[in-house]
């Protein structure tokens, strides 16, 4: 497990910026995912209506080949999000929005290995 966040947020939640923090995770936040760096875990906090096709690329994008990079994307549709996840080789987890902090934090620990 990389320790390393990329939160990415529309709307920045510094209470939960916090609160990974306090758990151990150095967490940086951005407003868009084209500004993350490619280490670690990517975090999307997607907005309500999000395109599927601009997340699917995206998240294919932030991927790349890099083997140890993952991502979580919080979405209101995660399973019209199906096919991103599989597609990338067991590296991307699909959380339905709304999403407590303590769960993003069992999918950062957890390797990402589930998807709904």
Request: net charge negative.
């Given at each position: 497990m990389s320790s390393i966040v990329a939160l990415?947020?529309?709307?920045?939640?510094?209470?939960?910026?916090?609160?990974?923090?306090?758990?151990?995770?150095?967490?940086r936040a951005f407003r868009s995912p084209h500004g993350a760096p490619r280490e670690g875990t990517l975090v999307w906090l997607t907005e309500s209506g999000s395109?599927?096709?601009?997340?699917?690329?995206?998240?294919?994008?932030?991927?790349?080949?890099?083997?140890?990079?993952?991502?979580?994307?919080v979405t209101d549709r995660p399973v019209r999000l199906r096919e991103a996840a599989d597609d990338a080789r067991g590296?991307?987890?699909?959380?339905?929005?709304?999403?407590?902090?303590?769960?993003?934090?069992?999918?950062l620990r957890d390797g990402g290995r589930t998807t709904p």
């Open positions: 990415v947020s529309a709307e920045p939640n510094d209470a939960l910026v916090r609160y990974l923090e306090d758990v151990g995770f150095g967490v395109d599927e096709r601009t997340i699917v690329d995206t998240v294919r994008s932030w991927l790349g080949a890099k083997a140890r990079l993952r991502a979580i994307v590296r991307l987890l699909l959380l339905p929005a709304p999403v407590f902090g303590w769960q993003l934090v069992d999918a």
